[in-house]
């Protein structure tokens, strides 16, 4: 297997045997402090030194292989920030975030992760609808960034989404996560304040012992049929181009976030048959039930020999094919969150739902419009936040994430 | 280095350079799936393959190397179950936790652990006070169980403090941990009702690129002075001899659990001077004031030039010493917990303190009673809540962790 392979790989979600690939798509990008070695693939002791760079085309944390670790949270500027506030806090947070990156952790003040490399940080940064408005910026909000519609499963609570501005935090090392969140929170002390906060995780680094698609808490394989950086049309599946509109947002992406609550009593109560159903695929190793394996494409037309189809209508693998959603594409990047019980005695746990697009009409909302219409595993599921961000490309050396926005 | 050091190291709570001391320790006790390898230390690979054995002298996850994800949570029986109820549970809990922590995770019924190994997997069980009144087993209750005194800074909530029946969930992985967490639940059910359950973790293996002992969420290199099995008085220390009192306690040990609060803003508020003169200690690598690296002795005795003492009279180092405490020792293994955000906006994060002896009021009380009287740390903690579990021997193959208490 070639590393373009593994990073392609890892990219979908995949927790690899060996970790490789995060550690090579690090190194693709130049990224990676110690060398990846050994028969087994990487040592564990180049956990903690990998970096992911800040500066690029893109912010970190859209194509980084998922770390085990992150924080979302979302803040609103303070009513007497405006442009001015808000240029102030961006060239702040984005100082920090190539700091925190680069393994210079003392800039968090916490001393928490005096000892551990970056573990793979990341730090992103958007900009939600409200933004504009609460800093003059209206005529420059995106067409792309009008409130999603509302789905006919939602139960939003308001306070947990949207927000004036989105941060995403990963890294490979909880500690370093933590200290990364401290830190973006004290640097918005009096020019924003906190909105949600949401902690989420992945399986370690190391975990599974063969390459595969991650799991999410249903025990689904889930994010197979990602698009990867080796599809001709990724970049345009989920990056604004250079030429795009409006121009501060070339190299960016819309990020939508959900916040889905699994019932895991009911889908823990259904048989591993029942299970099938729902998802299309067999939930032991993501093969769709017409055969193969996890990679192999799934034939909806097949049908069993009583003519009926092997993959039901409202098949979950089906209703979300891009055959079925006239090839809306999006990148999946999600992490599993718990926390906790709930007062009825369920776990409060499922998916912090992430995903990336160059256009989140074309993209979330038709595949999510297919699912409100007919999907049975939304019978599992309940939406319980939502947002979406506007998040545009990389800083260059020298530059601040938002610059081209808040400067313009 | 040898295997011996490392896996000393690693049970001080040391989040080593490489894992080498996890895998090792598990090698030690027979237990590694796979063999670690390379010079970097142990590929990323063989995390998930690494086992604990379930049947032994003593339960494990006490002396085990802290893993990187945590469950904690407390039952209390239902109304009927009674004795033989209790006995069935227990019996179920075993053997599920001897084939979960064996790798055969299809056991969990959830599937969301089925490609991973066991990854260190440990599950650990423990009676409160009230188990035995409700079992009729009262005059089996260990002295040693009886209820902590009250602290001058607890605010405890009884809803999340003690209950009659403990469980500790430890893994390498979150999925696999979540996994366990849902079986233990599932098999209780109609036997007994969870009390509260809470989140830890600890830090990455491999994030770390010395070894060290690991830090909690204040920064605090925590858990340098905890005593090591290469100890002569390790044993006595931590665990019920074989001809201990009662009887069915010998090779078990006594937990005490605290739920720490960490007022994180008040400590950072703090300057680096500050905080060193709380603790005693350099929090950047947690070596004393009075000089030397992390495993100095740290000298009580040295003053300054003007004669007053370099280690203050309420540094945390000095009123937790041995030497203060009439030898008092203790295991400490606490993990971090970190559930979002209060209502005031403060970070609900801090410590999930549990400490293993032989006799809690000898150990925890004597130096929480210290403490009490007069630590600098403590105005930077509050104690949310409080359990004392008596943690029965191992189970040997073929019986059940309890049996002796429950059949007797």
Redesign the interface.
């Given at each position: 297997m070639t590393e373009g392979t593994f990073s392609r790989r890892r990219l979908l979600g995949t927790?690899t045997?060996?970790?490789v690939a995060g550690l090579a798509a690090g190194a693709t990008s130049g990224a990676l402090g110690?060398a990846a070695?050994?028969?087994?693939?990487?040592?564990?002791?180049?956990?903690?030194?990998a970096t992911v760079p800040f500066h690029g085309t893109h912010q970190p944390g859209i194509t980084t292989p998922l770390q085990?670790?992150s924080h979302l949270l979302a803040f609103d500027l303070a009513e007497d920030a405006g442009r001015r506030g808000a240029a102030a806090l961006l060239r702040r947070w984005s100082t920090l975030a190539a700091e925190l990156m680069a393994g210079r952790l003392d800039e968090t003040?916490?001393?928490?992760a005096?000892?551990?490399?970056p573990?793979s940080l990341t730090l992103t940064f958007g900009f939600g609808h409200s933004f504009f408005d609460a800093t003059g910026l209206t005529a420059l909000r995106p067409e792309a960034l009008r409130p999603l519609p509302a789905f006919s499963q939602d139960a939003l609570d308001e306070g947990r989404s949207h927000g004036d501005l989105w941060v995403q935090i990963g890294a490979?090392?909880?500690?370093?996560a933590?200290g990364a969140l401290?830190a973006v929170r004290?640097a918005a002390e009096g020019s924003a304040?906190?909105r949600w906060?949401?902690?989420g995780?992945?399986?370690?680094?190391?975990?599974?012992?063969?390459p595969?698609t991650g799991?999410?808490?249903?025990?689904q394989v889930d994010g197979t049929n990602n698009p990867t950086p080796d599809d001709p049309d990724f970049e345009r599946h989920v990056f604004v181009p250079s030429d795009g509109e409006p121009a501060w947002m070339a190299g960016g992406s819309y990020a939508v976030v959900r916040r889905i609550r699994m019932l895991?009593d009911d889908w823990?109560g259904a048989t591993e048959e029942e299970r099938a159903r729902v998802l299309g695929r067999r939930?032991?190793?993501g093969a769709p039930l017409t055969g193969g394996d996890e990679r192999t494409p799934v034939d909806l037309e097949a049908t069993e020999t009583d003519g009926s189809p092997v993959i039901a209508a409202n098949a979950h693998v089906r209703v979300t094919a891009p055959e079925s959603n006239g090839g809306a594409t999006m990148l999946r990047r999600s992490f599993?969150y718990?926390?906790?019980?709930r007062e009825d005695?369920s776990?409060d746990?499922g998916l912090l739902f992430v995903c990336w697009q160059a256009d989140p009409l074309r993209s979330f909302v038709t595949v999510q419009r297919k699912l409100d219409r007919g999907d049975a595993l939304s019978a599992f599921l309940r939406h319980e936040a939502s947002g979406l961000f506007a998040v545009p490309g990389g800083a260059a050396e020298g530059e601040y994430v938002g610059q081209r926005l808040v400067e313009s």
């Open positions: 927790a045997a060996t970790g110690h070695a050994s028969e087994g693939g990487p040592a564990l002791s180049t956990l903690g030194s085990s670790r003040g916490t001393g928490i005096d000892d551990a490399g573990a490979d090392d909880p500690l370093v933590f401290r004290r304040r906190t906060q949401m902690n995780f992945h399986r370690s680094p190391g975990a599974t012992a063969r595969m799991r999410n808490l249903m025990g895991l823990e939930r032991s190793d599993s718990h926390d906790g019980e005695g776990q746990a």
